[in-house]
């Protein structure tokens, strides 16, 4: 397969390439910086420069065509303010389902956030990242012609993976670690009868594949 990954640098995205690549598959990590290039391709990813924030959607369509699966995992950053919040965890979602669509990608997956909303109250800047999430999340919900699934960890570590989580449509709070958040994306892109899902991630008693299959088969 060939899987094209917005935000190819982030810590969940350079472990998802290095599964991808892993097993044969061509991983291709979209970045902004081109400095980030040599450690993509460290980790088995093609890298492609290219900045959401800007870009128009033929020129993310452009990256997007011949995939087999794209995956959102781009992000503004721990340290961004809240006008990043809207131009990448929002805008720059947008515009990658967009491209998805135009470039004839059907299977889409978006790593978002425990308690994403629109309607998210509060004025930190959480709090906007939590709106943006969320109507990126109800975006992407919109496109009928994506077969989407939506995955909302909780608190992310880095932690060694277990291989063990709780997946569902809600878990309740909890940590899990970006090991295991990429195992679990690998899983999804592998079931396409998860399209039409969100689902919350935390560390649990199932072995990924089968939480996967189980939340696939409901």
Do not use: C
């Not at 350079?14 to 097993?23: H, K, P, Q, S, Y």
């Not at 093609?46 to 995939?67: C, I, K, M, N, Y």
């Not at 899902?197 to 996967?212: M, N, Q």
């Amino acid at each position: 397969m060939r899987i094209v990954i917005a935000g190819g640098h982030g810590q969940i995205a350079l472990r998802l390439e290095r599964l991808l690549a892993a097993r044969g598959d061509e991983a291709v990590g979209v970045i902004r910086d081109p400095q980030q290039s040599e450690e993509l391709r460290s980790a088995g990813a093609e890298p492609v420069v290219l900045d959401l924030e800007s870009a128009t959607v033929d020129q993310a369509a452009d990256v997007l065509r011949g995939a087999d699966a794209a995956v959102f995992a781009a992000g503004a950053g721990p340290n961004s303010g809240a006008a990043r919040k809207d131009t990448v965890d929002r805008g720059a979602a947008v515009l990658f389902a967009d491209a998805a669509e135009r470039a004839g990608v059907r299977r889409y997956v978006v790593v978002s956030s425990m308690g994403a909303d629109p309607g998210h109250p509060g004025d930190e800047v959480f709090d906007v990242y939590q709106r943006a999430k969320g109507e990126a999340d109800a975006y992407v919900r919109s496109r009928g012609a994506l077969e989407w699934t939506i995955l909302r960890p909780g608190m992310l570590t880095n932690d060694a993976g277990t291989g063990r989580v709780a997946l569902a449509a809600s878990t309740g709070r909890g940590p899990v670690p970006r090991d295991d958040v990429a195992a679990t994306l690998l899983e999804l892109l592998d079931t396409p009868a998860t399209a039409g899902l969100t689902l919350e991630l935390i560390s649990g008693d199932k072995p990924v594949p089968v939480a996967v299959r189980d939340v696939a088969g409901n």
